[in-house]
Protein backbone atom coordinates (compact mmCIF):
# COMPACT_ATOMS: atom_id res chain seq x y z
CA UNK A 1 0.00 0.00 0.00
CA UNK A 2 1.08 3.66 -0.33
CA UNK A 3 3.02 5.23 2.53
CA UNK A 4 3.85 8.81 2.84
CA UNK A 5 6.55 9.34 6.19
CA UNK A 6 7.54 12.26 7.33
CA UNK A 7 11.04 13.10 9.47
CA UNK A 8 12.59 16.17 10.41
CA UNK A 9 10.72 17.75 12.50
CA UNK A 10 11.47 19.15 16.03
CA UNK A 11 12.00 22.48 18.68
CA UNK A 12 13.82 25.09 17.22
CA UNK A 13 14.39 29.00 17.89
CA UNK A 14 12.75 31.62 15.64
CA UNK A 15 15.42 32.28 12.94
CA UNK A 16 16.62 28.39 13.12
CA UNK A 17 15.79 25.91 10.10
CA UNK A 18 14.70 22.44 9.95
CA UNK A 19 14.47 20.34 7.23
CA UNK A 20 11.85 18.28 6.66
CA UNK A 21 11.95 14.79 4.61
CA UNK A 22 9.01 12.73 3.31
CA UNK A 23 9.85 8.87 2.16
CA UNK A 24 6.82 7.81 -0.44
CA UNK A 25 6.48 3.68 -0.93
CA UNK A 26 4.22 1.91 -3.14
CA UNK A 27 3.51 4.24 -5.62
CA UNK A 28 5.15 5.47 -9.00
CA UNK A 29 6.54 8.35 -7.43
CA UNK A 30 7.56 10.12 -10.38
CA UNK A 31 3.77 10.38 -11.40
CA UNK A 32 2.74 12.12 -8.33
CA UNK A 33 2.48 16.13 -7.70
CA UNK A 34 4.04 15.99 -3.82
CA UNK A 35 2.55 18.74 -1.46
CA UNK A 36 3.33 20.37 1.66
CA UNK A 37 0.77 21.23 4.17
CA UNK A 38 0.90 22.09 7.66
CA UNK A 39 -2.05 22.41 10.71
CA UNK A 40 -1.34 24.65 13.97
CA UNK A 41 -3.83 23.94 16.70
CA UNK A 42 -7.20 25.59 15.83
CA UNK A 43 -6.89 26.00 12.78
CA UNK A 44 -7.29 24.78 9.07
CA UNK A 45 -4.88 22.78 7.17
CA UNK A 46 -3.16 24.74 4.66
CA UNK A 47 -1.11 24.53 1.27
CA UNK A 48 2.59 25.38 2.06
CA UNK A 49 4.28 24.36 -0.83
CA UNK A 50 4.07 22.04 -4.29
CA UNK A 51 6.04 21.03 -6.64
CA UNK A 52 5.74 19.13 -9.95
CA UNK A 53 6.20 15.84 -11.01
CA UNK A 54 9.43 16.18 -12.72
CA UNK A 55 10.87 19.03 -10.01
CA UNK A 56 10.56 21.73 -12.88
CA UNK A 57 7.74 23.70 -11.14
CA UNK A 58 7.15 24.95 -7.74
CA UNK A 59 4.22 26.65 -5.76
CA UNK A 60 4.86 28.45 -2.58
CA UNK A 61 2.03 29.98 -0.17
CA UNK A 62 2.96 33.88 0.20
CA UNK A 63 3.57 33.35 3.95
CA UNK A 64 6.30 30.54 3.15
CA UNK A 65 7.82 32.14 -0.40
CA UNK A 66 11.17 32.90 -0.14
CA UNK A 67 11.58 31.01 3.34
CA UNK A 68 10.98 27.97 2.59
CA UNK A 69 12.40 25.75 -0.48
CA UNK A 70 10.39 22.28 -1.73
CA UNK A 71 12.71 19.91 -3.62
CA UNK A 72 12.45 16.43 -4.81
CA UNK A 73 14.30 13.31 -5.24
CA UNK A 74 12.51 10.68 -7.93
CA UNK A 75 15.16 8.39 -7.72
CA UNK A 76 15.13 8.10 -3.70
CA UNK A 77 11.24 8.16 -3.84
CA UNK A 78 12.00 11.67 -1.76
CA UNK A 79 10.26 15.00 -0.90
CA UNK A 80 11.98 17.91 0.95
CA UNK A 81 10.59 20.96 2.57
CA UNK A 82 13.76 23.30 3.57
CA UNK A 83 12.69 25.92 6.28
CA UNK A 84 15.12 28.86 6.75
CA UNK A 85 14.01 32.04 9.06
CA UNK A 86 11.67 30.03 10.79
CA UNK A 87 8.96 32.34 12.69
CA UNK A 88 6.83 31.13 15.92
CA UNK A 89 3.97 31.08 13.62
CA UNK A 90 4.97 28.27 11.42
CA UNK A 91 4.49 25.79 13.86
CA UNK A 92 2.42 23.27 13.17
CA UNK A 93 2.23 19.55 12.24
CA UNK A 94 3.42 19.09 8.66
CA UNK A 95 2.39 16.70 6.48
CA UNK A 96 3.03 15.51 2.64
CA UNK A 97 0.77 14.34 0.80
CA UNK A 98 0.37 13.16 -2.88
CA UNK A 99 -1.88 13.79 -5.77
CA UNK A 100 -1.61 11.58 -8.95
CA UNK A 101 -0.89 13.60 -12.12
CA UNK A 102 -2.10 16.81 -13.06
CA UNK A 103 -0.60 20.24 -11.47
CA UNK A 104 0.29 21.58 -8.51
CA UNK A 105 -3.03 22.34 -6.39
CA UNK A 106 -3.16 24.15 -3.12
CA UNK A 107 -6.61 22.73 -2.18
CA UNK A 108 -6.34 19.79 -0.07
CA UNK A 109 -8.87 17.44 -0.76
CA UNK A 110 -7.56 16.79 -4.21
CA UNK A 111 -4.71 15.25 -2.85
CA UNK A 112 -5.10 11.20 -2.84
CA UNK A 113 -2.64 10.18 -0.40
CA UNK A 114 -1.27 11.98 3.39
CA UNK A 115 1.53 11.43 5.81
CA UNK A 116 1.17 11.58 9.47
CA UNK A 117 2.87 14.33 9.87
CA UNK A 118 6.02 15.89 11.88
CA UNK A 119 5.73 18.70 14.47
CA UNK A 120 7.83 22.03 13.94
CA UNK A 121 7.55 23.65 17.13
CA UNK A 122 9.40 27.72 16.55
CA UNK A 123 10.07 29.15 20.19
CA UNK A 124 10.59 32.53 20.38
Known amino acids: QVQLVESGGGLVQAGDSLRLSCAASGLTFSSYVMGWFRQAPGKEREFVAG????????VYSNSVKGRFTISRDNAKNAVYLQLNSLKPEDTADYYC?????????????????WGQGTQVTVSS
Open 51 to 58: ISRSGSST
Open 97 to 113: AAKNFGIVIMRANDYDY
